[in-house]
């Protein structure tokens, strides 16, 4: 599969997860699959560079934890996302990565706006859409879709495919030159399933097929921002390398933009032009793929990609396992200032008392440390900056 990403960005949540070995072969059979393994195509080249489509400022999200039966009163809060800021241009697609609990399933849901957000502002071709009613959004629903992580419970099992997918249309009032079924039909063809599947039942089909109703059903309004939950997790790694492939493709044809969150850092690679890593609801660095995978700056980075199987044993000798210390924080006590400074082997006196900024250290990569590593010479002021924001 071709290599797409040309961004990064991280965020902390917890201790690095070792992958399924299995997830290392995604790229062989994605190859078989018909994916090129060249670099970027001009397409690809040109991602990135249109206009911003979307943008997330401080977004946050705390969930109330309350006490009592009759008179139930606040106690805490489990800090689920904490200030995450990203931009996604039209026609890229932006990974969002990070082991389970770390916020980003969070994050794709307040931008989709099933979740309301705490605090922190999401704009859409301009508009901000943060506090828009239900009724304000329904229009906006067209233009931003959702892929479901389980193709199994993300399709009513008492409809059919026909009616599952023709709901787009109904909901929105949309009327179609040749009807809606003759519309879904195209969009089953389109999605490599058979029309003559219009009047089956979800239960008949496999996972991977499954998973390619949700993307049709994604497809018919034709949107201009998907959000997909790890839309390969769930599947064999030869149907993940199926699907990945599909989406590739339609994003070529339709010009689409995803935001694809995911834990596996081998898919991402391939299929993300950028790509988003959280710890515990925190962004922690951003870059272009090709700069994070091969000279990460954060700490957390670095633990992340040396759990990621390599399958020729030649290219495992030498190779760090980097293996974290201590126990995973909890999102409702996190912990003060750098939150990765509890299983940091870099940590010193200062990330504990000081949250280190976000900052750009060379063109178009951005960490959140106050020691980086693959750093360029002059990172000094790291500290510094970080004691002038705390101020």
């Known amino acids: 599969m071709e290599e797409r990403g040309e961004s990064v960005s991280t965020t902390d949540s917890g201790g690095a997860t070792e992958p399924n070995a299995g997830e290392a072969t995604v790229v062989a059979q994605a190859a078989a699959a018909g994916a090129p393994e060249a670099g970027p195509s001009a397409a690809e080249g040109d991602r990135g560079k249109g206009e911003v489509l979307l943008e997330v400022t401080d977004l946050t999200k705390h969930f109330p934890v309350t006490s009592g039966i009759v008179f139930k009163h606040q106690v805490g809060a489990v800090q689920a996302v904490d200030g995450v800021s990203f931009s996604v241009r039209k026609g890229e697609t932006l990974g969002v990565v990070g082991e389970s609990g770390c916020g980003k399933t969070t994050t794709g849901r307040m931008i989709m706006r099933l979740l309301q957000p705490t605090s922190g502002k999401i704009v859409f071709e301009g508009r901000d859409i943060t ?192 293996r974290l210390q201590g126990d995973v924080p909890s999102p409702l006590n996190p912990p003060p200032a750098c939150r990765f400074h509890t299983r940091c082997w870099k940590a010193q006196e200062i990330c504990k008392t000081v949250e280190p900024p976000l900052i750009e250290l060379k063109p178009g990569h951005e960490v959140a440390c106050h020691f980086p590593e693959n750093a360029p010479a002059d990172t000094t002021g790291l500290a510094a900056a970080a004691t002038a924001s705390e101020a």
């Open 131 to 322: 506090h828009l009613s239900q009724g304000a959004m329904r229009p906006l629903r067209r233009d931003i879709q959702m892929i479901f992580q389980d193709p199994y419970s993300s399709l009513n099992p008492r409809q059919t495919v026909g009616q599952i997918i023709g709901a787009p249309y109904r909901l929105q009032k949309i009327k179609t030159a040749q009807g809606t079924k003759k519309a879904v039909q195209d969009l089953l063809e389109l999605v490599g399933l058979n029309p003559e599947h219009y009047n089956r039942y979800p239960h008949e089909f496999s996972g991977g097929q499954r998973q390619r109703i949700g993307v049709a059903r994604t497809l018919a309004l034709k949107p201009k921002l998907i959000v997909a939950d790890e839309p390969v997790s769930a599947l064999d790694v030869s149907i993940q390398a199926q699907v990945i492939n599909l989406l590739e493709d339609l994003q070529d044809e339709f010009d689409l933009t995803y935001v694809v969150i995911a834990h596996d850092l081998s898919v991402v690679r391939h299929i993300a032009d950028r790509v988003a890593v959280m710890y515990l609801g925190k962004l922690v660095e951003i870059s272009d793929r090709t700069s994070l995978y091969e000279s990460p700056m954060h700490p957390y980075t670095h633990a992340l990609l040396s759990a990621v199987p390599i399958p020729d044993p030649s290219k495992r000798k030498g190779r760090e396992r980097i």
